[in-house]
T-cell receptor
């Protein structure tokens, strides 16, 4: 069974730009969660989608948004990028409780 | 506020030297506790889920245990390939609206 895939794997953007990251969950998994990982803060929850609806949201500004499509694939968008948005963005999918992570997208904001 | 604390932050072991990693938590509505392994530049790899105090799970040289306030990841006779960052997370929330709260991790280095 294929794992969680994320594209692109690496991104370099400049301040003020916006970015869209993509996540394809494990086949049959309907829940997709997004996390931001930085050396200082560790892994922090961004939001979770289930059946195209946002079920839960972390403490991030409104510049961070997401959506889920009918095939469970998900995207997250960050608008007006700031230097502090540089991080590894991880997507995880789950069937019931266990969350399985993708390899992440490394975003660098210059 | 839900909190997860892992200790130590870093641990160096000689090959074959057994030890334990600690994960203590303060949460409301614990749904489950998860252990992950993360290698540099990769996403976390799922290891174990524990749901109730007294529960234990094993996988190769790893054994995870859970009490009401903390969990331990015991590593028996580690090998260099066990070197990684080990992350603990608790699942909180209810009614299908759940999220993982992570600790900062323990970076384990096993020297040959």
């Amino acid at each position: 069974k294929a794992g969680v895939t994320q594209t692109p794997r690496y991104l370099i953007k400049t301040r003020g730009q916006q970015v869209t990251l993509s996540c394809s969950p494990i086949s049959g998994h309907r829940s997709v969660s997004w996390y931001q990982q930085t050396p200082g803060q560790g892994l922090q929850f961004l939001f979770e989608y289930f059946s195209e609806t946002q079920r839960n949201k972390g403490n991030f500004p409104g510049r961070f948004s997401g959506r889920q499509f009918s095939n469970s694939r998900s995207e997250m968008n960050v608008s007006t990028l700031e230097l502090g948005d540089s991080a590894l963005y991880l997507c995880a999918s789950s069937l019931v409780y266990e969350q399985f992570f993708g390899p992440g997208t490394r975003l660098t904001v210059l | 506020e839900d909190q997860v604390t892992q200790s130590p932050e870093a641990l160096r072991l000689q090959e074959g030297e057994s030890s334990s990693l600690n994960c203590s938590y303060t949460v409301s509505g614990l749904r489950g506790l998860f252990w992950y392994r993360q290698d540099p530049g990769k996403g976390p790899e799922f290891l174990f889920t524990l749901y109730s105090a007294g529960e234990e799970k094993e996988k190769e040289r790893l054994k995870a245990t859970l009490t009401k306030k903390e969990s331990f990841l015991h590593i028996t006779a580690p090998k260099p390939e066990d070197s990684a960052t080990y992350l603990c997370a608790v699942q909180v929330g209810q009614g299908g609206s759940e999220k993982l709260v992570f600790g900062k991790g323990t970076k384990l280095t096993v020297n040959p």
